[in-house]
């Protein structure tokens, strides 16, 4: 069973650029959550994805999207980035999103820093 | 607003020892999940221990338990027998029955000391 892996690892942007981050779920999973994790603090989520749909949403503005894709890995862009952007980016998979308990599984996460 | 508050930002033990880990939490539902992850210094999170509010029975996990005051809406980790891999960030977080929203505390770094 391959768990949740996440590429790049670390990844140094400039303000105002755009980066695509990648996720992909552990093996049987088709619900993917993305966290935000400043230096420091807890995980804040973000969004999560369903079979492909967006199925809820942080307090995050429009400048942060995603997809899914039909093997259920994901993407999460960020349009003209900011300071504050700055954080570790978490991806988690779980088995569904029915709204019961399913351990979710985190992945390593990326180390994004924006100068 | 559901909310979840670690008041340790630091804890240190020494090997073999116990100790606990303090959370809060707030909320009006009635029906939710509460955790404890644990981040150690690689960066992967894994799930230490689950409760469900539901339950009255603490929940166990070999070294791990919670103490689990619904009332109080406290939910605290006790480490028994500290072993030098716990040490790690830990993350205290909750969630509502019926929805996909993880709500984290902003966490405890625990040092286990030689």
Known sequence: ?115 | AQTVTQSQPEMSVQEAETVTLSCTYDTSENNYYLFWYKQPPSRQMILVIRQEAYKQQNATENRFSVNFQKAAKSFSLKISDSQLGDTAMYFCAFKTSGTYKYIFGTGTRLKVLA
């Open chain 1, 1 to 115: 069973e391959t768990g949740v892996t996440q590429s790049p690892t670390h990844l140094i942007k400039t303000r105002g650029q755009q980066v695509t981050l990648r996720c992909s779920s552990q093996s049987g999973h088709n619900t993917v959550s993305w966290y935000q994790q400043a230096l420091g603090q807890g995980p804040q989520f973000i969004f999560q994805y369903y079979r492909e749909e967006e199925n809820g949403r942080g307090n995050f503005p429009p400048r942060f999207s995603g997809l899914q894709f039909p093997n259920y890995s994901s993407e999460l862009n960020v349009n003209a980035l900011e300071l504050d952007d700055s954080a570790l980016y978490l991806c988690a998979s779980s088995l569904d999103a029915s709204g019961g308990y399913n351990e979710q599984f985190f992945g390593p996460g990326t180390r994004l820093t924006v100068l």
